[in-house]
């Protein structure tokens, strides 16, 4: 009888993941470059600073031709795919620099800005929804969902603005912006520098993005509760904190993890705003400040790289809710 291996029984799901990644990156690129050509914005000015008037027509239209601005944005966007196909990304007007080394440069510190933020929202939002849930009905339960519908509602930017006019400028606790001192780069400080600077920017994003854990946490923790096996555990003489640990916990914190998984582009989208706020040099703040220079070829490789990102983390997220959540539905 014929053995199948696990390579060949997966294939069909590789397929499907790739061909959904290839869809996923061809709609992004068009729409990317169809927002680039209704921009109002004037690339030329964006890369003159401002100082439009002063070259000549001769030398405007000499930076034209060498930005590739005179042709249509279908020859632009065939040109860029030809080149991405070599492997180079292009070269950014802005920066001065290749977009592969800005986003080599920059992309670690945005992967550990969301990183940590991530952690910090799935612990604390589940040791509050844990709390909520056990103490249902009492003034603890009450202040920590109305705490967390709260911070559900505030916008990230709105909130890091909040958090630096408290901590930063009111209570001096905190840096006003940036990720190291003035007159260095980020990996050139001491890890007490380097969490000092990321104390705001990881606050922010972690408050927002612990609102669901939180509730969902504490509604999961409720149905356990109230659940028969529970209730046969405390008729055999179980402690509370036995009932918790072994029951409740089981049963709540994997579709916790599940669920924070597949919030991760929510917490790349609030990167993007928190690292705007708070002047912190990731791959969001490089990707505004491309979109309002209009640099197509900065905008497209950190477009590329935030897409792939995202659909990877919607992918860990899935495969986790198929493969954690199926001992659980059986």
């Known amino acids: ?44 000015n964006s890369y003159l600073n401002g100082n439009l008037f002063g070259i000549s027509v001769e030398q405007k239209s000499a930076l034209i031709s060498s930005l590739g601005l005179d042709q249509s944005v279908a020859q632009r966007m065939w040109h860029w795919v030809c080149e991405l196909a070599q492997g180079n990304l292009g070269f950014s007007p802005l920066y001065q620099q290749s977009v592969f080394d800005i ?16 952690l910090c929202s799935l612990i604390f939002g589940y ?20 705490f967390a519908w709260l ?21 001096r606790l905190t840096p006003v912006c940036c990720s190291a001192p003035l007159g260095m780069q980020f990996n050139e400080q001491n890890l007490l520098s380097m969490a000092y600077h990321l104390l705001l920017p990881v606050l922010t994003l972690a408050l927002v993005h612990m609102a669901p854990i939180v509730l969902h946490t504490r509604e999961k923790v409720i149905d356990v509760l109230d659940s028969d096996f529970v209730e046969y555990s405390r008729l ?5 904190a036995s009932v918790i640990g072994y029951h409740v916990i089981k049963n ?35 990707l505004v ?5 209009n640099d197509t070829a900065l ?21 986790l809710s198929k493969s954690l959540l199926a001992g659980e539905q059986r």
């Open 299 to 319: 905008l497209m490789g950190c477009t590329l790289i935030s897409a792939v990102l995202v659909f990877v983390g919607n992918l860990v997220a899935n495969g």
């Open 236 to 240: 055999h003489g179980d402690s509370k």
């Open 1 to 44: 009888m014929p053995v199948s291996s696990p390579f060949s029984s997966k294939l069909p799901s590789l397929v499907a993941a790739g061909l959904r990644l290839a869809l996923q990156l061809i709609l992004v690129v068009l729409l990317a470059y169809l927002l680039l050509a209704w921009s109002p914005l004037d690339p030329i």
């Open 127 to 146: 040791g509050l929804g844990l709390l909520a849930g056990v103490y249902q009905g009492r003034w603890l339960d009450k202040f920590i969902r109305n």
């Open 103 to 118: 986003i080599k440069e920059r992309l670690p510190i945005s992967l550990l800005l969301i990183g940590l933020s991530w």
């Open 252 to 286: 709540s914190l994997l579709p916790a993890v599940v669920l924070h998984f597949a919030s991760f582009a929510e917490l790349f989208g609030g990167s993007i705003l928190a690292e705007t706020v708070f002047n912190f040099p990731g791959l969001g703040a490089t």
């Open 151 to 171: 911070v559900a509602c505030i916008p990230s930017f709105w909130l890091g603005m909040l958090l630096i006019s408290l901590f930063s400028v009111a209570l």
């Open 289 to 293: 400040k491309a979109g309002l220079a």
